[in-house]
Structures are given as structure tokens and as C-alpha cells.
């Protein structure tokens, strides 16, 4: 069906419908998503009898789409690689606030290993380490480890527990883990006082970083903005508007959302359906977007500028 057309069905629907669909959720394909997933398949692709199995630190500001771009990875990852099975990769999000061994424990029971106690006080953390090492290196290939910034919350000592435990796991586990977290994360590493076994830079070497960039005006950028407006199915009256040609828009855009994806993506959004609310003219324009920005408390006028502007 013609864009056209399916613009045309989209302008008969009520207003409830209409938001529905607005809100509606699409992954985006770019540049750096597929040059991480390749990263990620090269870590997949390890032999177990290697001496040091590699990991990887994925890190990037709130709302760049990190934990987007994990969940996609595996969807892409069981669609196209040939005999791919669910089990094969593990997502597992650290708990706030706690220690390394209600950490594990929790992972061990994410891993559905039977008899771990909720409230696990008796056992070392090595148990329940050893416990899903087993577990991952006899029944799944890939583990990932979202919010890893949660270790802020808890002190220095388990801190530094927990980092030396997930050492320890992929040393025996024998699969690949990647850590998710916050641009920064490698902060906790620089709090480690009195680090006689090198663990910085032990982990350091075992999950480089791979940082998720902030979007910049450019050719990638504009045909992102093509894809949200498609599927943003504004019915404009006479000509359409392709606000992803005009370039104070472009401009506006990143500014408002400082160049993260999952801005880009609410700020739009969040326009069409404010346009769609107040019965405004279907276009995008600078000042639509600058409404819009304020209702999300985004920064306006902000220190954040385009880049050589």
C-alpha cells in the first residue's frame, strides 16, 4: 500500500486510534547498531578452549538506546542465524542496591537453577558463581547484563566484589558477557582503592568499551527522520511538509534531544500526537517541536548545540 493511501486510512481513524498508532514501537536500523551486533557474533564465535574469553562494555547516556539495542540484537539474532534457539542468549539486569552474592543469586535463579534461596546469607558468593557458570557454559552461549551502573548504589568493598565476581564468571562460564550500562561506568573502576591484583586492569582488558554515539546532522540522521515520519502518518493538507529536508528543524531536533535516540524518537512522537490532539496543521514545524520539548522538561536553548554551529 502506497504512503499515500495508507496516510489517507490513517486521517479516518478516531483520535484514540490515532494515538495508538503514533505510539506504536519500530526499531530503527543504523550504522553503529549493526557494527556492534558484529561485534557482539565475533564474541559469539570464541572457541570455549580459549585462553581468556573476550567481553564487551557497552556504555552510552540514559535514553541513547542501549537496552533497545541489546533486546534487538537478540530478536535479530534468533530471525536470521541458522538452528539459533531462545536459550542461546540470556538477559539478565543487576538488582539495585545489593551485594555480590544477592547479585548471583539472582542470576542463578534468572538461569532457573532450582533450590537458591531468597534471601541467600549462608552460602559464599563462589557458590552461586560457580552455580551459573555451569549453567551458561553447558545451555546457552551469550550472557547480557543490563543496568550494570546499579553497582553506583552499593560501597566501595562489594563494589569491587562484584566486579572481580563477574571476572571470575566469564573465566569459568566460557561464553561472552556483555555489560550494559551508562556513559561513566568505568567510574566505579576508578573508586577501587588498594587494587594489588590489578583488577582494573583486568577487567579493563577483558570487557573494552564500546561507547554508543550522540546523533549529529548528518546524511544517516536525515533518513532516520524519514523512517519516524512515515510512520508517523501525519495527513497534511496540499503538499506535504518534509521537515527532515529543512534544516533548523534538523537542527532543533538534535538540540532539543541532545542527540539521543530515544529523545528523537519521544520528541517526535510526542509532537504528532499534540498536533493530532490540538487539531493543528499535520506539519512538523521549529515551533511545534519547541512546545513539545517544554512539555518534556527537555533542556531549550540549552549549552547542547548542533556541532559547529
Known amino acids: 500500500m502506497s504512503d499515500n493511501n495508507m496516510n489517507g486510512i490513517i486521517g479516518t481513524f478516531d483520535l484514540d486510534s490515532r494515538i495508538k498508532y503514533t505510539q506504536k514501537e519500530y ?5 553503529q547498531a549493526f557494527e556492534f551486533w ?3 557474533m565475533i564474541l559469539m564465535m570464541q572457541p570455549k578452549t580459549k585462553t581468556k574469553i573476550k567481553g564487551l562494555l557497552l556504555t552510552g547516556a ?17 530471525q536470521n542465524v541458522r538452528g539459533a534457539q531462545e536459550r542461546d542468549i540470556v538477559l539478565f539486569n543487576v ?24 534471601n541467600p546469607r549462608n552460602d559464599p558468593v563462589t557458590h552461586f558463581i560457580v552455580k551459573s557458570a555451569n549453567k551458561l557454559k553447558q545451555d546457552h552461549k551469550l550472557l547480557i547484563v543490563d543496568e550494570f551502573q546499579n553497582l553506583y548504589e552499593v560501597q566501595g568493598g562489594l563494589r569491587k566484589k562484584i566486579i572481580s565476581s563477574f571476572n571470575q564468571l566469564i573465566n569459568e562460564s566460557r561464553i561472552p558477557i556483555v555489560l550494559v550500562g551508562v556513559t561513566g561506568v568505568n567510574d566505579i573502576l576508578r573508586s577501587i582503592e588498594n587494587d594489588l591484583s590489578n583488577l582494573k586492569g583486568t577487567f579493563s582488558s577483558r570487557f573494552p568499551e564500546y561507547k554508543l554515539s550522540r546523533w549529529e546532522d548528518n546524511e544517516e540522521f536525515q533518513g ?10 501525519l495527513n497534511p493538507e496540499g503538499t506535504p511538509s518534509f521537515f527532515y529536508y529543512n534544516d533548523e528543524i534538523r537542527e532543533k531536533i538534535i538540540e532539543y534531544s ?3 535516540l530515544g529523545r528523537i524518537i519521544t520528541l517526535l512522537k510526542e509532537t504528532a500526537i499534540k498536533i493530532f490532539c490540538d487539531k493543528l496543521p499535520e506539519k512538523i514545524t521549529p515551533e511545534i517541536l519547541k512546545e513539545t520539548a517544554i512539555d518534556l522538561e527537555y533542556t531549550i536553548d540549552s549549552d547542547y548545540r548542533v556541532e559547529g554551529k
Do not use: M
Open 62 to 78: 540514559p535514553d541513547s538506546g542501549k537496552s533497545t539495542l541489546v533486546q534487538q540484537f537478540q530478536y535479530e539474532y534468533l
Open 95 to 118: 538488582p539495585q542496591g545489593v551485594g555480590a552474592r544477592q547479585v548471583f543469586a539472582q542470576l542463578c535463579r534468572k538461569l532457573n537453577i532450582p533450590d537458591i534461596p531468597n
Open 38 to 40: 558484529n561485534k557482539i
Open 224 to 233: 532516520l527522520l524519514k523512517s519516524l515520519y512515515e510512520d508517523l502518518h
Open 27 to 31: 526499531f530503527y536500523e543504523y550504522n
Open 258 to 260: 541532545q542527540g539521543l
